[in-house]
């Protein structure tokens, strides 16, 4: 099975230190649906996670967070493009559970999903814990400098270097390098 990992806030839509606390918040960055498109027209399943501490934080409830990912699943929908799956965390840094990134959980919900192992399955993120939740189920990570991917590219070079991480513009860039390499 081909599968992609996306997380959402910084990869798919525009992030906010301020939180994304409604369906009007929501928007997306430019090519990023196109991007899942065109990975759908290619045989992929897309899975996304993310994590949604504003939940527990009282920012928006679960309701909100649904038509949040209702919109993005609309705005797909006339482009040729779906999301098959969404997991999210809605727990604060203090939880210290195992599904918030950079932990693995939401990783291990996709593999148990899916019914298929995630080694060597891109995981497309913005944050270093993005990553680190990738490396940890044998994922490979991919960095986009939207959102907070410029940051996450000054703070940790070394690290991503080392880990041989690529890194593009945005979702657009790494989907068309993907589908080159899967030529």
Same mark, same amino acid.
Do not use: H, M, Y
């Given at each position: 099975m081909k599968l992609i990992?996306?997380?959402?806030?910084?990869?798919?839509?525009?992030?906010?230190?301020a939180y994304i606390k409604s369906e009007e918040e929501w928007q997306q960055i430019p090519g990023s649906l196109e991007a899942i498109a065109q990975l759908n027209k290619h045989g992929y399943k897309i899975a996304v996670t993310t994590n949604q501490s504003g939940i527990n934080r009282g920012f928006y409830d679960h309701d909100t967070l649904n038509s949040m990912h209702n919109k993005l699943r609309r705005l797909l929908t006339p482009l040729g493009g779906k999301i098959d799956a969404i997991f999210y965390c809605p727990h604060i840094p203090e939880? %210290? +559970?195992? +599904?918030?990134?950079p932990m693995p959980g939401l990783f291990h919900r996709v593999n148990q999903f899916f019914g298929?192992?995630?080694?060597?399955?891109?995981?497309i993120g913005d944050s270093f814990r993005d990553l680190q939740a990738a490396m940890q189920v044998s994922a490979k990570p991919v960095l986009v400098l939207t959102g907070k991917g410029k940051i996450t590219l000054d703070k940790n070079a070394d690290e991503i270097k080392t880990h041989n991480i690529p890194v593009? %513009?945005?979702?657009?860039?790494?989907? %068309?390098?993907?589908?080159?390499? %899967?030529?």
């Open positions: 990992i996306l997380d959402r806030d910084g990869v798919i839509n525009q992030d906010s230190d939880d %210290q +559970c195992t +599904c918030r990134k298929t192992p995630l080694n060597g399955v891109f995981a593009f %513009q945005n979702l657009s860039a790494a989907v %068309q390098e993907i589908l080159t390499r %899967q030529s």
